[in-house]
């Protein structure tokens, strides 16, 4: 009796890991992450005003990183994991408004916004996954700090200095190193699974394993690809973030058609089936309807 849920659960991870394997994967290409690039600019300049929204948040999010940088700089790894946690599922109205789009639909914020409400399931076993890693990171790195500075957690300003001391350079490679770690692991679950759950209603282990598969699959690219949003993000952080207004909302865009991209795709995606039907039906097709049954 007591084997049971062991056995649903190894069951369904089993069922899982056979439906994610059952994901056609597409070879991907050095020049495909500018092409994504220039897509999500095209999609920012096709919706103006929903990229701006979304644009002003990631704004506001790196606004807080800074404050935390300055105030509590033994935080600062923590913050930007929860950043990162936070930023994946901001990015998902982006990746709605980029399908919309493909479906020939209008882009809709208030659609966008509450696009994940049909995914709860899904989106909350990845956010407790999203949350163990980011307590973990930040556990970590708090430790390189303890390890390192014995005396006490340093200022902002003795953070800066202790990196760019050249006799510092062990606390530097161990920090970025743990960093590295797990970076790599929140981008490879993370690099199409929350589109894949969007476009696919899939379940959270499916679209990790998939993400994994990608990343896996096509390494060379992948690693690329983090390099360009590790960079874009890194410039725009200067002039205190303002630059996310634009380089968010692209970013975001563009993961989606990362994900497009990587996977072979459905005929259509099922949540926009029916308003595709609807918006491409006569103005009086209910009526002719009507008339025909009665």
């Known amino acids: 009796m007591t084997d049971a849920p062991a056995q649903n659960d190894s069951a369904a991870s089993a069922q899982s890991e056979a439906t994610a394997s059952a994901v056609q994967l597409r070879p991907l290409h050095w020049m495909d992450p500018l092409r994504w690039v220039a897509r999500g600019v095209n999609d920012m300049v096709n919706a103006p005003g929903i990229s701006s929204f979304y644009g002003v948040c990631f704004w506001i999010l790196a606004l807080a990183l800074g404050w935390v940088f300055r105030a509590k700089p033994e935080y600062t790894m923590s913050i930007a ?85 050249p006799e510092n350079w062990d606390f530097v490679l161990a920090y970025l190193s743990v960093g590295s770690v797990f970076a790599t692991l929140v981008f490879s679950s993370m690099v199409v699974s929350i589109p894949m759950i969007l476009d696919r209603d899939t379940d959270a282990l499916t679209a990790g394993i998939t993400s994994i598969r990608v990343v896996l699959q096509n390494p060379g690219v992948m690693l690329l690809w983090g390099i360009i949003i590790s960079v874009l993000v890194g410039l725009s952080l200067w002039s205190w973030g303002a630059g996310l207004l634009v380089v968010g909302p692209v970013l975001g865009y563009a993961s989606w058609h990362a994900y497009r991209a990587a996977i072979e795709p459905q005929s259509v995606a099922p949540a926009c089936a029916d308003e595709v039907a609807q918006a491409d039906a006569p103005p009086n097709a209910n009526a002719v309807d009507s008339t025909q049954r009665r």
Request: glycine content about 12%.
């Open 81 to 165: 994991s929860g950043c990162l946690l936070v930023g994946p599922f901001l990015a998902m109205g982006l990746y709605d408004t980029s399908r919309r789009r493909e479906a020939g639909l209008p882009p809709d914020l208030g659609q966008s916004i509450t696009c994940w409400d049909t995914h709860m399931g899904s989106m909350g076993m990845l956010v407790l996954v999203l949350i163990v890693l980011e307590l973990l990171w930040g556990r970590a790195s708090l430790v390189v700090f303890a390890v390192f500075f014995h005396t006490g957690m340093p200022s902002t300003t003795g953070v800066v200095r202790a990196i760019f001391n």
